[in-house]
């Protein structure tokens, strides 16, 4: 990978209100600055596509799409991993917050060939972080895989606390699920770590999710749940699969 790569943001947007601006603002003023954003509308029915417009004519960097019905967050990231540019690519929550040096790690991590995966510490509410720290260290293919289903752990199986390399993903084809709308993100991380060997965790809390009250983890469905819970135990039965 190139001493400088560049780095993906996929941000998927529907009616995110003020938390936008904030969370794009908190993109430009990173440390790193070799990114392109991919901004997703997934027919917003507030002034979020206006925000997007906004941002996009004040840097050349972000790129915008709108879709024209309510696609879901799958079908917004699918469509920033079919048209990166980036050596690496991240699924940023457009309504969370990013540390300063949340993509400088991302690119330190990764720059190295042999690693397959980078992920960082957070900050969610009750659920707590990782802590402080500045250091890598390395996780065990065992010992990732086995936090995707494990709630609350450091590593998790979130996709926005990790930065993931396109090469991995093209040649295996990983994309997210489009019929999911609940751990759609467990199972993009499942199949990609399935396929990969070597992962650092960065324990500095570098990423923020900020509760909405109208966000889908709060208006799930019963549906929804119990689709969550096939995908939870489809996760399981590929760990026994797995080789190290």
Do not use: C
Not at 12 to 28: F, V
């Amino acid at each position: 990978m190139a001493e400088n790569p560049l780095i993906t943001i996929s941000i998927p947007a529907y009616n995110l209100g003020s938390y936008l601006s904030k969370t794009l603002d908190s993109i430009l003023n990173q440390t790193y600055q070799n990114f392109e954003v991919i901004l997703v509308d997934d027919a917003s029915t507030d002034h979020t596509p206006d925000t997007m417009a906004k941002y996009a004519d004040k840097d050349q960097r972000i790129h915008t799409h709108y879709f024209q019905s309510h696609e879901g967050v799958s079908k917004a990231r699918n469509y920033a991993i079919d048209n990166a540019k980036g050596d690496i690519i991240v699924f940023v929550d457009g309504d969370d917050l990013l540390e300063p040096q949340y993509l400088e790690v991302m690119a330190r991590g990764l720059a190295d060939p042999s690693v397959d995966l980078v992920a960082v510490g957070y900050n969610w509410g009750w659920r707590g972080g990782s802590g402080t720290g500045n250091q890598f260290r390395e996780v065990s293919k065992t010992n990732a895989y086995a936090s995707i289903n494990r709630r609350g752990g450091d590593f998790g199986g979130y996709t926005w606390n990790k930065g993931f390399k396109m090469s991995i993903i093209r040649d295996h084809q990983i994309q997210f699920d489009e019929s999911l709308d609940l751990a759609e993100d467990l199972l993009f991380t499942a199949d990609y770590i399935f396929v990969s060997h070597r992962f650092l965790f960065y324990p500095g809390a570098l990423y923020t999710k900020v509760s909405r009250s109208n966000s889908i983890i709060h208006s799930a469905t019963w549906e929804m749940r119990s689709k969550e819970q096939v995908v939870r135990r489809h996760i399981d039965e590929m760990a026994r699969k797995m080789q190290p």
